[in-house]
Nanobody, 122 residues
Framework: QVQLVESGGGLVQAGGSLRLSCAASGRTFSNYAMGWFRQAPGKEREFVAA????????TYADSVKGRFTISRDNAKNTLYLQINSLKPEDTAVYYCAARFAGLPTIRNYDYWGQGTQVTVSS
């Protein structure tokens, strides 16, 4: 089992920035590709970004390219999502997820965190 705990969400004005963190425990973090997803009110959960197990490869949803940056620190067992130029439409619960794999992927994750709320005011 992998336990994932997100943090760093909050209320921020449009144009602002946040850095989300996801602390992992339970298994060898570097064995897992990691991803961020989000779910806005009334909408389905959607893929945001993913990173390979050693951080050498990343992939992003088109809607966040250029504003979001995914990264990881395997020594700290932590995943990050830097969010810049926030927009009201970025308001959602953000989840991190782990998949026992090397390459980043947009689906088929094995473990999920509980989520952290990001609210962007206009």
């Amino acid at each position: 089992q992998v336990q994932l705990v997100e943090s760093g969400g909050g209320l921020v004005q449009a144009g602002g920035s946040l850095r989300l963190s996801c602390a992992a425990s339970g298994r060898t973090f570097s064995n897992y590709a990691m991803g961020w997803f989000r779910q806005a009110p009334g909408k389905e959960r959607e893929f945001v970004a993913a990173i390979s197990n050693f951080g050498g490869a990343t992939t992003y949803a088109d809607s966040v390219k250029g504003r979001f940056t995914i990264s990881r620190d395997n020594a700290k067992n932590t995943l990050y999502l830097q969010i810049n130029s926030l927009k009201p439409e970025d308001t959602a619960v953000y989840y991190c997820a782990a998949r026992f794999a090397g390459l980043p992927t947009i689906r088929n994750y094995d473990y999920w965190g509980q989520g952290t709320q990001v609210t962007v005011s206009s």
